[in-house]
């Protein structure tokens, strides 16, 4: 090329093919000639390959230039953590030909090896976080505080996050098929490398960029977890499936994904749960994803397993059978949930009604969290019809509010008659639990009332029930509130200064007494049983109606009315 070259009077030749370029060249070149080469991690692939290239192996010539090279990688190179990673990145260039040399295989083996020896044979990495060490951080005047602390299992996880996720991959594979360290320290990588490699992944969120690049990320990142329960945490298991649904990753691999949420679910919290519906989508969350996290949760139960021994068949309880405590905190955690996407107002009170009911065979002491929500959802949702009102209504339990949430509901404008009555009752019962009394019996009318709020249609049926589907006025209610606040006033809460807790406690106690004095009034009882007979209660419309008589100005003038709707 060179003489071909002189012919045409041109200083110059191009050699366009040769791997690494000018730079390449110039080692192999100079070390022909026995001059002084220098080798290091950013140019030792491109000197390797360029060698092989122009075929410089051992028997052209002994110690040529393959040979020292293959040398230097294997007693200088794999030898350093930080030298070992730099190499592997500058293997990219230089591919197919860097595969083909199985430098790119040494690399891996060596950073894999690294990444599981003894913490005690560790010297700190060269890119560890520092902001983890309160020495680095002025909290420790010591200078060699650093140094002389001990290296943690997950040394490695952050200077492994400057690879591109198909090395990462890779190695990643490699640190897991030798099965030396944890899987909490895997899923400790897995969770640094998402992190620093998915822009807003923090935030449940994928910044516009490449979406075929984070795609493929996520993708593997989700490929890599490991199998055992609890190596990386719900909250994180939540972010990767945001960010799979951004990224339109797949449903096998979103599915993967619920299925291992839904067996901690016990650890997510609502923002953990807030998975944003799709461009497009009516509603503000995707409330169907969290319904099959919640099925998985509950499938857990019905994962135990036979077997026979000595012809007897004994049931294997697995670690993964829930526990009381877990299905209550799941339990608590819907119902926050519920009160979460209750604000939107576009949420069918189907999507609603479905996600509770899941969770309704769980027993909880307090319904206070299920009541909030419902609030919320009637709230935000005014245009409901009784029907509706009725069935959401049904979720609740008003034997498990507590004294606040009841004193709450009974002057709730948006709750229908029946609830605010039941609610009125089972204050009166507690009441007299707690002062030791017995217990009245439930009358009958209440008794189909409470039957039928818990999904029974044999009270509609037998009742005509419309009044108590309706919502009391803000006339009602108003003498309702003024009523409570003059027995406030009337019982000495201006002595609270003197008294402390004690006067709470006795207006709380008139307000009971003056719940029972009107849950004992048969007029307003036979008012409520035999209003509205003639009427079916199937009309379908969905307008409010007075309870009592049919009759307006009768149920104007009606004292007993007055009294129920003071008190309630």
């Given at each position: 090329?060179?003489?071909?070259?002189?012919?045409?009077?041109?200083?110059?030749?191009?050699?366009?093919?040769?791997?690494?370029?000018?730079?390449?060249?110039?080692?192999?070149?100079?070390?022909?000639?026995?001059?002084?080469?220098?080798?290091?991690?950013?140019?030792?692939?491109?000197?390797?390959?360029?060698?092989?290239?122009?075929?410089?192996?051992?028997?052209?010539?002994?110690?040529?230039?393959?040979?020292?090279?293959?040398?230097?990688?294997?007693?200088?190179?794999?030898?350093?953590?930080?030298?070992?990673?730099?190499?592997?990145?500058?293997?990219?260039?230089?591919?197919?030909?860097?595969?083909?040399?199985?430098?790119?295989?040494?690399?891996?083996?060596?950073?894999?090896?690294?990444?599981?020896?003894?913490?005690?044979?560790?010297?700190?990495?060269?890119?560890?976080?520092?902001?983890?060490?309160?020495?680095?951080?002025?909290?420790?005047?010591?200078?060699?505080?650093?140094?002389?602390?001990?290296?943690?299992?997950?040394?490695?996880?952050?200077?492994?996050?400057?690879?591109?996720?198909?090395?990462?991959?890779?190695?990643?594979?490699?640190?897991?098929?030798?099965?030396?360290?944890?899987?909490?320290?895997?899923?400790?990588?897995?969770?640094?490398?998402?992190?620093?490699?998915?822009?807003?992944?923090?935030?449940?969120?994928i910044r516009s960029g490449d979406v075929i690049k984070y795609r493929s990320t996520v993708d593997a990142i989700v490929w890599l977890l490991p199998a055992e329960k609890g190596s990386v945490s719900c909250s994180f298991l939540l972010k990767l499936l945001k960010a799979a649904i951004i990224v339109d990753l797949g449903e096998m691999a979103q599915e993967q994904l619920v299925r291992r949420i839904g067996q901690q679910l016990e650890e997510a919290s609502v923002n953990d749960l807030s998975?944003?519906?799709?461009?497009?989508?009516?509603?503000?969350?995707?409330?169907?994803?969290?319904?099959?996290?919640?099925?998985?949760?509950?499938?857990?139960?019905?994962?135990?397993?036979?077997?026979?021994?000595?012809?007897?068949?004994?049931?294997?309880?697995?670690?993964?059978?829930?526990?009381?405590?877990?299905?209550?905190?799941?339990?608590?955690?819907?119902?926050?949930?519920?009160?979460?996407?209750?604000?939107?107002?576009?949420?069918?009170?189907?999507?609603?009604?479905?996600?509770?009911?899941?969770?309704?065979?769980?027993?909880?002491?307090?319904?206070?969290?299920?009541?909030?929500?419902?609030?919320?959802?009637?709230?935000?949702?005014?245009?409901?019809?009784?029907?509706?009102?009725?069935?959401?209504?049904?979720?609740?339990?008003?034997?498990?509010?507590?004294?606040?949430?009841?004193?709450?509901?009974?002057?709730?404008?948006?709750?229908?008659?029946?609830?605010?009555?039941?609610?009125?009752?089972?204050?009166?019962?507690?009441?007299?639990?707690?002062?030791?009394?017995?217990?009245?019996?439930?009358?009958?009318?209440?008794?189909?009332?409470?039957?039928?709020?818990?999904?029974?249609?044999?009270?509609?049926?037998?009742?005509?029930?419309?009044?108590?589907?309706?919502?009391?006025?803000?006339?009602?209610?108003?003498?309702?509130?003024?009523?409570?606040?003059?027995?406030?006033?009337?019982?000495?809460?201006?002595?609270?200064?003197?008294?402390?807790?004690?006067?709470?406690?006795?207006?709380?106690?008139?307000?009971?007494?003056?719940?029972?004095?009107?849950?004992?009034?048969?007029?307003?009882?036979?008012?409520?049983?035999?209003?509205?007979?003639?009427?079916?209660?199937?009309?379908?419309?969905?307008?409010?109606?007075?309870?009592?008589?049919?009759?307006?100005?009768?149920?104007?003038?009606?004292?007993?009315?007055?009294?129920?709707?003071?008190?309630?």
């Amino acid at each position: 090329m060179v003489a071909s070259g002189n012919e045409e009077n041109n200083d110059e030749i191009q050699i366009s093919d040769i791997p690494g370029g000018p730079v390449a060249f110039e080692i192999c070149a100079k070390f022909c000639y026995g001059m002084t080469v220098t080798l290091n991690a950013f140019n030792v692939v491109a000197a390797r390959c360029a060698a092989e290239y122009l075929g410089m192996h051992e028997t052209i010539e002994k110690g040529n230039l393959i040979y020292k090279i293959d040398v230097f990688l294997n007693s200088s190179i794999f030898h350093s953590w930080k030298d070992s990673i730099i190499v592997l990145q500058t293997t990219k260039s230089m591919l197919p030909l860097s595969e083909e040399l199985k430098v790119v295989g040494l690399c891996i083996d060596a950073i894999a090896t690294k990444a599981c020896i003894d913490v005690s044979k560790v010297d700190w990495s060269y890119t560890y976080n520092r902001r983890k060490v309160p020495e680095e951080n002025g909290n420790d005047l010591n200078c060699n505080g650093f140094r002389n602390r001990p290296v943690p299992k997950d040394w490695w996880v952050e200077d492994l996050c400057e690879l591109e996720i198909d090395l990462y991959k890779r190695v990643i594979m490699n640190i897991k098929t030798k099965g030396i360290l944890s899987h909490e320290v895997i899923g400790e990588a897995l969770k640094a490398y998402s992190y620093r490699r998915l822009p807003g992944f923090s935030k449940g969120v994928i910044r516009s960029g490449d979406v075929i690049k984070y795609r493929s990320t996520v993708d593997a990142i989700v490929w890599l977890l490991p199998a055992e329960k609890g190596s990386v945490s719900c909250s994180f298991l939540l972010k990767l499936l945001k960010a799979a649904i951004i990224v339109d990753l797949g449903e096998m691999a979103q599915e993967q994904l619920v299925r291992r949420i839904g067996q901690q679910l016990e650890e997510a919290s609502v923002n953990d749960l807030s998975i944003r519906a799709a461009d497009g989508e009516d509603v503000v969350y995707d409330v169907d994803t969290v319904q099959k996290i919640v099925k998985e949760f509950l499938m857990q139960d019905q994962n135990a397993e036979f077997e026979s021994e000595d012809n007897e068949v004994q049931e294997i309880r697995r670690p993964g059978i829930l526990t009381d405590a877990s299905k209550l905190m799941v339990a608590k955690l819907i119902d926050a949930y519920l009160a979460e996407i209750a604000k939107d107002p576009n949420l069918p009170l189907s999507k609603f009604v479905d996600l509770a009911e899941l969770v309704s065979c769980i027993s909880r002491p307090s319904h206070d969290g299920l009541y909030r929500a419902i609030d919320m959802y009637l709230k935000e949702h005014p245009g409901i019809s009784k029907s509706e009102r009725k069935r959401i209504c049904k979720l609740m339990d008003c034997k498990k509010l507590s004294v606040d949430a009841c004193m709450h509901a009974v002057q709730n404008e948006r709750l229908p008659l029946r609830v605010v009555v039941q609610v009125l009752f089972f204050e009166q019962v507690r009441a007299t639990a707690s002062s030791g009394s017995s217990t009245p019996d439930l009358p009958r009318g209440l008794k189909d009332l409470n039957i039928g709020s818990h999904g029974s249609s044999r009270s509609a049926a037998t009742h005509p029930e419309e009044d108590w589907d309706a919502v009391a006025t803000a006339e009602e209610l108003k003498a309702l509130k003024g009523e409570i606040a003059a027995l406030r006033m009337s019982n000495g809460i201006g002595g609270s200064e003197r008294n402390g807790g004690d006067s709470r406690n006795s207006v709380d106690k008139v307000a009971i007494s003056k719940m029972k004095g009107l849950l004992k009034s048969k007029r307003i009882f036979s008012k409520i049983w035999s209003s509205k007979g003639a009427q079916g209660e199937n009309s379908g419309s969905d307008s409010s109606e007075s309870l009592g008589s049919a009759n307006p100005e009768e149920a104007k003038s009606t004292p007993a009315r007055n009294r129920r709707h003071s008190v309630s």
